[in-house]
């Protein structure tokens, strides 16, 4: 009676966490042969942190939210700062998530055109009136508490043209960041509290 020889299996990986993919080589030997077997995985990248990224957009600050990140929509390309600071104001207080259409909807109807831009209270009154991925503002108003304001328009170092973003627990949210507002040396031009129907505040 003769017994079969042992069979040894060796597996080594390599995952590039920047791309997602798992490169994976298995040996088996078994008795006077060897077989060599090479998979690749291609899964989700790990998730980093960014600084400033408009590509890759932060989380938000604090528990506001946990897992969802905030909104560019089409600011990345073009200036709908005023409608897409309101939707990640409505996704901080509501966690409704609007799309880029909805978002490009509300500019139009706030009256931007192409790359226009359009005023802050033009977009609060439109969504007011007709509200922005199914919730409407119940109502809003100048503040100048910040801690009590929903979104700001500001004046930034650096940037030519005055700047809409949401402010979010201490924090203004563009271009898909937070940054404290301590650390902006920002202006600000004026601010708005935020009060979405459905909420008590």
């Known amino acids: 009676m003769t017994s079969s020889a042992k069979s040894v299996t060796t597996t080594t990986k390599t995952v590039n966490n920047n791309t997602g993919v798992t490169k994976s080589t298995s040996v088996k030997s078994s008795g006077g042969s060897t077989t060599v077997t090479k998979t690749t995985t291609i899964g989700s990248p790990k998730a980093t942190s960014s600084s400033k990224s408009t590509s890759t957009p932060a989380k938000a600050a604090g528990a506001v939210l946990t897992d969802t990140r905030w909104i560019t929509g089409p600011n990345d390309t073009r200036d709908l700062c005023a409608p897409v600071a309101l939707a990640n104001a409505l996704l ?3 966690g ?4 880029s259409g909805a978002i490009e909807r509300l500019y139009r109807r706030a009256g931007g055109i192409g790359d226009s831009g359009v005023p802050v209270p033009s977009v609060l009154a439109v969504a007011a009136a ?6 409407r503002l119940r109502r809003y108003g100048l503040t100048s508490d910040l801690a009590s304001a929903g979104i700001a328009l500001m004046e930034l170092p650096g940037i030519p043209d005055a700047h809409a973003a949401a402010i979010v627990a201490g924090h203004a949210v563009m271009w898909g960041t937070e940054v404290p507002l301590d650390d902006l040396g920002a202006v600000i031009l004026g601010a708005w509290s935020l009060t979405w129907h459905g909420l008590d505040a």
Do not use: F, I, R
């Open 92 to 94: 901080a207080a509501t």
């Open 96 to 99: 409704e998530q609007a799309s």
């Open 130 to 135: 007709s509200g922005l991925a199914g919730c």
